[in-house]
């Protein structure tokens, strides 16, 4: 992936968010000068991998698997001491967009359409890590709903669905209905050790190519371009 592109999806989700009167942490609009000059103090940040995130899964089709996130706050799994008990990020996808079909083995998460287009969630129970044909059970602000295994589920604007552990799930906007910011409320989130792919076995951190120079630093990069 190239630096340029990273760049370019940035600064768009950046203005999709101001569009939409959402408001990052401070450290979500410095320049890597600026990460620079905070550097002693970061330390928190790094560890929680705070700040912008993109990835095309290593699939190099970005317009269609992948989009931008950033995370807001979180926590460390194995020492409670950091950050909080919980996490919350966004996801900012451009339309035609998803993610792959993916669970997770601890976190429970709600996954809330924050502004812009339709968001559509397809819901898979699994066995041994392998999707199965049966119904799944799932709650949606706080009421239950059942739904056949890839059936296409819409959350409209405000609205979220509950994932529980084990639940495999692929969203994004609904095709024809915009870019969409997408919020997850979660336990703590840690993507290196609780992603499970079950359509595909992509990576979660893409290589980048400097082709121009850094517009913000991905929260996986500090420890080489900030310290």
């Given at each position: 992936?190239?630096?340029?592109?990273?760049?370019e999806s940035?600064?768009?989700?950046?203005e999709?968010?101001e569009?939409?009167n959402?408001?990052?942490?401070e450290?979500?609009y410095?320049?890597?000068?600026?990460?620079?000059?905070?550097?002693?103090?970061?330390d928190?940040i790094?560890?929680?991998?705070?700040?912008?995130?993109m990835?095309?899964?290593?699939?190099g089709?970005?317009?269609?698997i992948g989009c931008?996130?950033?995370?807001?706050?979180?926590?460390?799994?194995?020492?409670?001491?950091?950050?909080?008990?919980?996490?919350e990020?966004?996801?900012i996808?451009?339309?035609?967009?998803?993610?792959?079909?993916?669970?997770?083995?601890?976190k429970?998460?709600?996954i809330?359409?924050?502004?812009?287009?339709?968001?559509?969630i397809?819901?898979?129970?699994?066995?041994?890590?392998?999707?199965?044909?049966?119904?799944?059970?799932?709650?949606?602000?706080?009421?239950k709903?059942?739904?056949?295994?890839?059936?296409?589920?819409?959350?409209?604007p405000?609205?979220?669905?509950?994932?529980?552990?084990g639940?495999a799930?692929?969203?994004?906007?609904?095709p024809?209905?915009g870019d969409?910011i997408?919020?997850?409320?979660?336990?703590?989130?840690?993507?290196?050790?609780d992603?499970?792919?079950?359509?595909?076995?992509?990576?979660?951190?893409?290589?980048?190519?400097?082709?121009e120079?850094?517009?913000?630093p991905?929260?996986?990069?500090?420890?080489?371009?900030?310290?």
């Open positions: 992936m190239k630096r340029s592109l990273v760049n940035i600064r768009y989700a950046k999709l968010l569009k939409n959402f408001k990052l942490p450290f979500g410095w320049s890597l000068e600026e990460w620079k000059k905070h550097k002693d103090e970061i928190v790094e560890k929680l991998m705070l700040g912008w995130d990835t095309d899964h290593g699939l089709r970005f317009d269609e931008v996130l950033f995370t807001i706050r979180n926590g460390l799994l194995d020492d409670p001491e950091v950050g909080v008990p919980y996490a990020k966004l996801l996808f451009k339309d035609g967009q998803r993610l792959p079909i993916h669970y997770h083995g601890f429970t998460e709600d809330i359409n924050r502004g812009g287009g339709v968001m559509f397809k819901l898979y129970n699994t066995v041994d890590g392998k999707a199965v044909d049966t119904p799944v059970e799932i709650y949606q602000d706080g009421i709903h059942v739904y056949q295994p890839g059936e296409e589920v819409l959350i409209y405000g609205n979220s669905i509950s994932i529980t552990p639940i799930h692929t969203f994004g906007p609904k024809g209905s969409l997408c919020g997850e409320v979660s336990k703590i989130n840690d993507d290196n050790i992603n499970y792919h079950i359509e595909l076995q992509p990576q979660q951190y893409a290589e980048i190519e400097e082709d120079p850094i517009l913000h991905l929260c996986n990069e500090y420890g080489r371009l900030v310290k």
